[in-house]
């Protein structure tokens, strides 16, 4: 079976110039098959700002609302996807920036507005690879923007881990599966030390220790998901994208 | 040799919610092979007055600063084109939203800064076809946003009446191919009465005479260009988008 490395980059260092050509350089390092999946951080929450959009939050969450839509719709779809893509392109790597929406790659489901409504945010119904297979079969990287649709005329907001599981998993019939988790941190963190190696066992327990909080628990449901259908994963620094093994690595 | 509709849809119709969809419908209704090309219209302007961009003008024309081109990229790219894309899967067309830096699709140059600079402006270099027929081929209509790239990294702002004539020439020698410029006019006017037909001669007549002015004079410059390279070439109502004939028809 040919190798498949599915790749989330997250949004400090899209925020970030430096950081990000850095990571496209080296991404466009990577050898094989290789899809990237990107958030738009902060560039987003500034972009509403600036057209004075009031977050609107719910225990701590953002809400979707429709001038939120219309702002990640075109952050994510449209500025951050489209220069990732010219400049991979410049960096010797074919790519096509892709919404869910487009060749319906991911439809979704519209999240029930009860017991919170969190407005425009689908949840993954399917991922349809044909068109993925495809682009990966002649050399081309296909970049992800964290939109998807509610096949009746709508985007809708979707987690970009979220994202890169479902479509690490899905892809893992046809292709030995790498899920890379890229972020500004080493890996999963013990009191400043990196911990190499994580199973079930040892992320219940440092749960419920406190030691891992907030977006590494989904981060790392959605790994442990994916493990368990077979895809191989890990959580790492950005700057080693193109290192075999690094950060931490999610084990059975 | 199969047909195929190239059709580019004016800025006047996208800016209007009701106009948009009635076009849209009749779009995916349209049989056969079929390219989509849409401008921006005044969302980017509107959306660029919302972030205190000064619109940057010589001689009447805009000039394509790096925030502007932020702006278009964001519009074009990902609001428009993401949400055109997500409709037309709901009525039942398959849809694959593209600028011209994915698959490198349409390379482009940085318009010479002399005599004027018009900052991040491109004038296509080539329209590479291969994925387009493949998307053709299998019954996918791409939807193409006015954006170019350089190839070294930076997304270009294009004309996309220049990108709808350029595309229907260079898919010509595989498709028979039909471009249709729609707008929210029936067509070429004068005095408030439609032109039917129109020959070079004719064309050139009405722009001595002060009949034929503003945008419409690229747009036939396009179209005739079009036309000599074997192109059916018409511009009409976005309401007449299905039909045979209509509007103002170009012919040698």
């Not at 489901?109 to 919170?116: D, H």
Request: overall charge neutral.
């Amino acid at each position: 079976m040919k190798s498949l490395k599915v790749i989330k980059i997250g949004g400090k260092v899209i925020d970030d110039d430096q950081k990000l050509d850095h990571f496209l350089n080296d991404f466009a390092s990577v050898k094989g098959p290789k899809i990237l999946i990107h958030g738009g951080g902060s560039i987003a929450t500034k972009m509403g700002e600036r057209l004075g959009i009031k977050p609107n939050m719910i225990d701590g969450r953002r809400i979707t609302d429709a001038e939120t839509l219309e702002v990640i719709t075109m952050v994510y779809g449209g500025l951050v996807n489209k220069n990732i893509v010219a400049k991979l392109h410049s960096l010797g790597a074919k790519a096509v920036g892709l919404s869910g929406a487009d060749l319906n790659i991911i439809p979704a489901k519209k999240r029930n507005p009860k017991p919170v409504d969190f407005g425009w945010v689908g949840d993954v119904e399917t991922i349809h690879t044909e068109w993925l297979s495809q682009f990966l079969d002649n050399e081309v990287v296909p970049v992800l923007a964290p939109l998807t649709h509610d096949q009746n005329g709508h985007i809708l907001n979707t987690n970009a881990d979220t994202i890169a599981s479902s479509v690490a998993t899905a892809l893992s019939k046809d292709f030995e599966t790498e899920l890379l988790f890229c972020f500004e941190q080493p890996g999963v963190m013990n009191d400043g030390k990196l911990i190499t190696k994580m199973n079930l066992l040892l992320y219940r327990y440092l749960k419920d220790g406190g030691i891992i909080t907030d977006g590494m628990i989904p981060k790392l449901d959605l790994g442990f998901s994916a493990l368990r259908k077979g895809v191989k994963v890990s959580i790492r620094s950005f700057e080693d994208v193109a290192k075999t093994e690094s950060g931490t690595r999610l084990v059975k």
